[in-house]
């Protein structure tokens, strides 16, 4: 018996010690609005969190990360941000991009480009490698796509003003 109180004893301690770096953040912003902001603090160790999304309609979608790194105190390594589609029905989550960031890159900016509308999610990773953890925050732009009807009306007019401006210089 002696044996088993020598390993359990040790195994707990440790396994105490490493829960603060597997806590993981997931939010929820429903329907994606034009802006979204997150800002996420870690505890020492690994970075896994998740903001979920949907888009009602297509759309051309923005995001920006930075690490807000504060001398030794906060510090993120190895950030990444990957832009997912949700699977549904049992489906495997689909990745659409990912970009790197850390506390030398500054603001980084990825076009995702046009998305259709559905569900979607960032994983935000890395290591909070500070004395207390780590800070980022990432930024989301959701830009509309206009409709077809809309964009053929748009070139028509555009089409029809550079006809009558060539018709006046002729003139």
């Known amino acids: 018996m002696q044996i088993k109180h ?3 004893g040790p195994l707990v301690a440790a396994t105490a010690g490493l829960s603060p770096n597997l806590q993981a953040k997931e939010v929820t912003w429903d329907t994606h609005d034009a802006i979204e902001v997150g800002v996420g ?13 949907t888009l009602i309609d297509p759309a051309v979608l923005y995001a920006s990360a930075v690490a807000n790194n504060l001398n030794s105190t906060f510090d993120v390594t190895d950030g990444k941000v990957s832009l997912m589609r949700e699977g549904g029905n ?3 989550d689909q990745l659409i991009a990912d970009f790197a960031f850390d506390g030398t890159s500054g603001d980084l900016t990825k076009n995702f480009g046009q998305l259709a ?3 979607y999610f960032y994983r935000i990773s890395g290591a909070a490698a500070g004395r207390t953890g780590g800070v980022y925050s990432i930024t989301s732009e959701v830009v509309p ?5 809309t ?4 070139s ?4 029809l003003l550079l006809a009558l401006g060539s018709r006046r ?3």
């Open 145 to 149: 796509v206009p409709e077809p009807a």
């Open 156 to 159: 028509a007019a555009a089409l």
């Open 41 to 53: 603090v870690a505890n020492p160790g690994a970075i896994d969190d998740t903001y979920v999304f």
């Open 169 to 171: 210089n002729r003139d």
């Open 117 to 119: 509308a559905g569900d």
């Open 90 to 92: 049992g489906a495997a």
């Open 6 to 8: 020598t390993f359990i």
């Open 151 to 154: 964009a053929a009306m748009a």
